[in-house]
């Protein structure tokens, strides 16, 4: 995945043609797309290719599986076109390594502490083993809470090296600047662009609010 902007696109509009207008307008701008089950179950997989031959295609669907059902989801989402997939960490070491494996060289992003309120109830109280956990197992990055940039910190100290991909900007009350100062090389953002009036300028202003703090 390249790194530019910095700035994953979250396509959860199931609108098909909508989804597909948003992407059109923010491909230049965006280094990913990230899509999730909203858009799979309203256009169906061939919407991965399709996406896939505009952009690099993250598939969210946060796999919790034994090691064999994660296989065969992986293997399909990359036959598809997948670059990269994201999975839950809870399920285990050994289905975590079966994940990575069966990427083939893609990316594999563990779920850390989910963003929402909720997040703070479970996954907060096993974030940095979820992290150390993805290191060992060669994972390529993390997902962390954009709402709790000072955690997007603590969880990058356990597992120092892999990516992380922070959601919650916008929409859910986080910011862009804090989560890239505390840590974040990537930022996810949904409703913020493609519910907007205009996808474009949304995703510029974000794209120049990231740059203008001069890596
Ligand atoms: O809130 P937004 O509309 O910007 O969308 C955020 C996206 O990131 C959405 O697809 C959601 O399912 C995903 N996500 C989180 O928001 C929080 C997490 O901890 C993990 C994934």
Not at 13 to 34: Q, S, Y
């Amino acid at each position: 995945m390249k790194m530019d902007s910095r700035l994953i696109l979250a396509l959860d509009e199931t609108d098909v043609p909508k989804a597909l207008h948003v992407l059109d307008e923010v491909c230049g701008i965006i280094d990913a797309v990230k899509i999730n089950w909203p858009l799979i179950l309203s256009a169906g997989p061939e919407i991965i290719t399709t996406l896939s031959q505009k952009a690099d295609v993250i598939c969210d669907f946060k796999i919790a599986d034994i090691p064999n059902t994660d296989r065969l989801i992986i293997e399909q989402s990359v036959k598809r076109g997948a670059s990269g997939v994201i999975v839950h960490a809870f399920t285990g070491t050994d289905s975590l390594k079966e994940c990575v494996s069966a990427a083939g060289g893609r990316d594999v992003f563990v779920v850390t502490e989910m963003s929402h309120p909720g997040g703070q109830e479970f996954t907060a109280k096993h974030a940095e083993e979820f992290a150390a956990m993805a290191a060992e197992c060669g994972a390529s990055g993390l997902i962390a809470p954009a709402t709790r940039p000072e955690r997007i910190k603590k969880i990058k100290e356990s597992a120092p090296g892999l990516l992380i991909l922070s959601p919650g900007v916008g929409a859910q009350g986080g910011s862009a600047s804090n989560a890239v100062l505390n840590g974040a090389d990537y930022v996810i953002v949904g409703r913020s662009i493609y519910g907007s009036s205009d996808p474009k300028d949304a995703a510029q202003k974000l794209a120049d609010e990231i740059k203008a703090l001069r890596f």
